[in-house]
């Protein structure tokens, strides 16, 4: 069923909540700068539950089933961290008020903040980034910074494998440096003699995600770190792929100087449908008078009957801000709880339960789908979509196919290094019988491909809407609705 | 806890990859990092994680407890409860970014609604999904200014009523591109004071001009005859909203402005310490192909049924890499579905009652302060939700007298604008009572008077 768009569900003088007059005298609007036209749309507050309801309908979600997204880590999100952050105490706080009267959301912030140094094995954490592509930005913006301060002008670039996320490039690209790209070995390694050929005095950095986006875990990484350190670049590490590292190895103890976290992917807080997210940067002791800020800090030490006194601090040397206030305190508590409820030998589970999932999945299905880089993986994998005598299949047809089996399908088409990529990252809560039956799903899949290619080929068949013309989409432009009265309106 | 995995379950996994523990799958870790002693705190169950967060909330005193006069880029308005019962509906909160239109037409719909309700509001014809908030989306406006023009003009006027931290957010952004002019905003003696300065600082090198409206000291200003002047120069103009705002105002499209940005906050977000909030991103149709972040457009699908998608990926980052409009990926979905409910349910005449209530309000606070021996305020005229006030005395001392009587005081103006030292900006919504406003006049005066 079509749902009407909420102009459509319009109605002239209905109304969803009403306001108290004004128990003050009126004062006069101001002459020549009043609308005369508001276009917004006129419900009850039962048409509007009732749309949204009907809306959340059409999605699939992480609590409806198996949602294996490739390097989005689609983990079970917990329930308390959603009430804890509607705490009134946390959720009515002002960004401004004086520091004595939210001296609990300083601390919860800080505490963050150590958990996460410890997590990572780094000197200092900013948590103002507000997403992953954000702290990418923040943690570039850094490493230009810091040569900057040595007064060594001549890096110009930045070295990104072919592997890594689009957000790298584009953080890079934004920051002013200019991109080089690195191959990967046969093992989907960084290429050490690429790398090592590239490392000179213009490389400011490396950008690299370890596990990499093949779910691989880069076996050089000590060696590559050291490259580009003795070259006189900063390794920066995009920590997308964290939750396969939790208590397994350190990114400051890789050898990484700048990481961001995914406090979306990697500690549980749930993705909103595109966010928000929340990406803290922590970086090394060297570093962190670069941070963005303010950031938390202890102002008075306590005492053991007195709490310390918190409040903010600006890096003496920080790129500046990259956000209004302090980033995304509601995601903050989110995986403060998260954190707390793990310790260190529960995020540890997390981790190898994640690893072992994904490894079960992968060895379920190799026989079937070709792997481009078979070796114990880490927590996500990628095959390839298409089969040399199933002509005309590809990785789109399999991943809509999969939602007739009630699965969300994986990321497809990335990697960009994997011809008709599906990239399958499981994540540590699912159990056995899940993936299970994903597999079977995605082997009966491969037998329809090569007997009932158009099964494959007309999938989905049991959603709101079938496959869509995003052409259509692309050229038409219809990007905002209207009343149906006010087709006039410009768009 | 959330493993659902059983011995047996993990033996026969085992088993089936062809190991015999979970250990072999770490071989590839370089030993002498492998598995490091995490010093953190010994695992809580839900039930003591519970308790030690109220703990820490209750450390808090907030705008639960106490009469906020405080505003300045984060708003206390009244949230419909129904905003929050949406929020938590799981097919909306644990979904990702709709990769997938088949089995993500809710979150796709929601999205193409609020695209439509920011137009509306703003009287522009393109919104994308939102960026990460108002500061982050003013910077965003800087970056596409700055490729609209392919790097060739250099010079970015920023008005000194501009929020000061989306100034340094947008600094911050910039900071990559080498020589360019970010001005205007020098505070001097009069910063509330700047149409004519502004005006002086147009030239045919202007990339883009920002202004805010309602600016930061709550003054409105008709930006019609700068808007002109920028694009008779040929250079783009850029405006700062409060949605609650344009509830009451004339849109920034109906006079001339090519980029509209501000954060969503106040339309049914909580304070929340501040964030996760909404930046607003709203542009004239020809810029469409500049525009950062994701856009949802309608389409049909293979039957012909309506439905809708992202589209125009072409500009985003995992097509085009270093090339892409801008790196973001993650926007604000939840926070822009929250400004989409509190739209809908407040509707034409609510959101315009509210943009009412918070005026009259306002200005009926003003001239009960501006009674007050030792206080003057400094507005001429007429403002929204906020106001300056000279103190007799420095703020952050009047503001620790008024919390001992549960008020929570305006902004420190002095903080950011030298010559404001002893300005207090204070802010009144639709949630203050009369009787808030008067106490907050009598500790004023109490105060002076000390």
Known sequence: MTEPTLFELSSPGRRGVRFPEPDVPKSPLPKGLVRKDLPLPELAEVDVVRHFVRLSQKNYAVDYGLYPLGSCTMKYNPKINEDMARLPGFAMAHPLQPIDTVQGSLALMYELQELLKEITGLGAVSLQPAAGAHGELTGVLIIRAYHKSRGDTKRTKILIPDSAHGTNPASSAMSGYEVVQLPSDKRGNVDLEALKAACDETVAGLMLTNPNTLGLFEENVLEVTRIVHEAGGLVYGDGA?????LGIARP??????????NLHKTFST?????????????????LAEFLPGPIVTILEEGTDEVPPLYGFKMPSRSIGRVKAFHGHFGMMVRAYTYIMMHGAEGLRKVAEHAVLNANYLLARLRHVYKVPYDRICKHEFVAEGIWDDAPGIHALDIAKRLIDYDFHPPTNYFPLIVREALMIEPTETESKQTLDKFADALIKIAEEAHTQPELLKSAPHNTPVGRLDEVKAAKELVLCCWFPEKEEHPV | MFLPHTDSERSEMLRTIGVSSIDELFQDVPEKVRYPTLNLPPALTEMEVAAQLQQMALANETTQDLACFLGAGAYNHYIPAAVDHILRRNEFYTAYTPYQPEVSQGTLQAIFEYQSLMCALTGMEVSNASHYDGATATAEAGIMAYHNFRGKRTRFVLSPGVHPQYRQVFRTYMSGYENLEILGDETEDDPMN????????????TALVVVQYPDFFGQIHDFAPLAEMVHQAGGLFAVVVNPIALGLLKPPGEFGADIVVGDGQPLGIPLSFGGPYLGIFTTRKEYVRRIAGRLVGETVDVQ??????????????????????SNICTNQGLMALAATVYLALVGKEGLRQVAELCYHKAHYAADRIAQIRGYRVLNQRPFFHEFVVKCPKPVAEINEYLLDYGILGGYDLGQDYPALKDHMLIAVTEMNSREEIETLAEYLEEFAHD
């Open chain 1, 270 to 286: 749930p993705h909103g449908g595109g966010g928000p997210g929340s990406g803290p940067v922590a970086v090394t002791e060297a």
């Open chain 1, 241 to 245: 792929n964290l939750n396969a590292l």
């Open chain 2, 194 to 205: 700047y149409l004519e300065r502004l005006e002086g600082l147009i030239n045919s090198n």
């Open chain 2, 304 to 325: 012909g049924r309506r439905g809708y998608v992202l589209t125009l990926t072409a500009r985003e980052q995992h097509i085009r890499r270093e090339k892409a409009t």
């Open chain 1, 252 to 261: 400051g103890d890789m050898g990484f100087d700048i990481l961001h976290l």
